[in-house]
């Protein structure tokens, strides 16, 4: 399992690997050590004898003919460890491996990739394909190691094994220089624009900022100064009376106090109280009954703090009922004096 993984890592580095530098055409020669793992059950030629894992060396040749393609033939003397079962027994068995191999070398590089055909006299003869990957590193110009692993598919029985090796090569051509890496261009200056200053962030630079130190929450013209609008505000009034009465019941005294806040805060402002009664009674007595509770609600208001001349009444009697149903409760609702009062405000604009 450890020699698969390491498979596995090797073929990842090579896929990334960039060229360094190349080699010219020529032969080589090298010596490696040798593990190869087997696991071949009940051998043919010796019914009972499991044999396992080897190790060993060999000696290879190898012609380099261009930057990406490089064949070799190898030689390997190979001790398997052996379990013969039926004397139970565990022997050393000799073996021999003569194999050819093409190998291609990912961008001309360090790293690369091997198939080849094997040959394994153990006990008996058995072809095998091989696949892998590997690495070369020069230690002078002539001289490199190696290592490598492969997989191993056996074609007469069907084994699948895993091997590795170690060398040490002399190369017989000579080592070309690393190939020459343009330089890359000079970085271009980009000139970078100075922000200008913004002291209350309102994005008008303080050079071209009237007012200064706007507040965050306030939208601003060309000038960086707060802008305002236009707003109708207003306040309305709704006073109810009991039936044949004028006096004004203390749960409006609140309202009443809104209104004459308001009529403070706008100067400009005045107010028409409206006077109103039901149906019930004479028309000419409920005239004057709408009147006097009109005037009821401005002297309140005077008491306040309104002056009189800002304060208009009418009694309009029972000419604008709200309700014009004939029951009680209708009636209620039409003994009333109402009052809105509008004014325009200048607001601020918010962001």
């Not at 056996?154 to 090569?169: Q, S, T």
């Not at 109280?273 to 009147?291: C, F």
Request: overall charge negative; charged content about 25%; some cysteine.
């Amino acid at each position: 399992m450890k020699l698969k993984s390491l498979t596995i890592a090797i073929a990842l580095a090579a896929t990334s690997a960039s060229t360094l530098a190349t080699e010219q055409e020529g032969f080589y020669i090298g010596a490696f050590g040798d593990y190869y793992d087997a696991s071949w059950k009940n051998m043919r030629a010796q019914a009972g004898l499991d044999v396992n894992e080897s190790t060993g060396w060999g000696a290879e040749l190898g012609y380099r003919f261009n930057d990406y393609w490089s064949a070799r033939l190898e030689y390997a003397d190979l001790n398997f460890n052996a379990h013969d079962k039926a004397l139970n027994n565990r022997n050393d068995i000799d073996g021999e491996r003569y194999g050819i191999d093409a190998l291609y070398h990912f961008g001309g590089g360090p790293f690369y990739g091997l198939f080849g055909l094997k040959d394994i006299d153990v006990v008996n003869n058995n072809t095998f394909v091989n696949a892998g990957v590997g690495y070369r590193h020069f230690v002078t110009d002539n001289f490199f190691v190696n290592a490598e692993t492969s997989v191993y598919q056996g074609l007469d029985k069907g084994y699948i094994d895993v091997g590795a090796k170690l060398g040490i090569n002399y190369f017989f051509g000579q080592k070309s220089a690393p190939v020459a890496v343009k330089p890359a261009p000079e970085p271009e200056i980009v000139p970078v624009p100075v922000t200008p200053v913004d002291t209350d962030k309102d994005s008008i630079p303080d050079i071209d900022d009237k007012c200064a130190n706007t507040p965050m929450t306030d939208a601003v013209d060309s000038d960086g100064c707060t802008l305002y609008e236009d707003k109708e505000v207003t306040v309305s009034l709704l006073v109810t009376f009991p039936n044949n009465d004028s006096s004004v019941s203390n749960q409006y005294l609140n309202d009443i106090d809104a209104v004459a806040s308001f009529l403070k805060d706008h100067p400009d402002t005045t107010v028409l109280l409206e006077g109103h009664t039901s149906e019930v009674g004479k028309a000419s007595y409920n005239k004057w009954l709408s009147k006097k509770r009109a005037d009821a609600v401005a002297k309140k208001l005077i008491a306040d703090g309104i002056a009189e001349d800002r304060i208009t009444t009418a009694g309009l009697g029972e000419e604008r009922l709200k309700n014009p149903a004939n029951t009680a409760q209708a009636h209620a609702e039409n003994r009333r004096v109402e009052a809105k009062v509008k004014s325009i405000k200048r607001v601020k604009v918010l962001r």
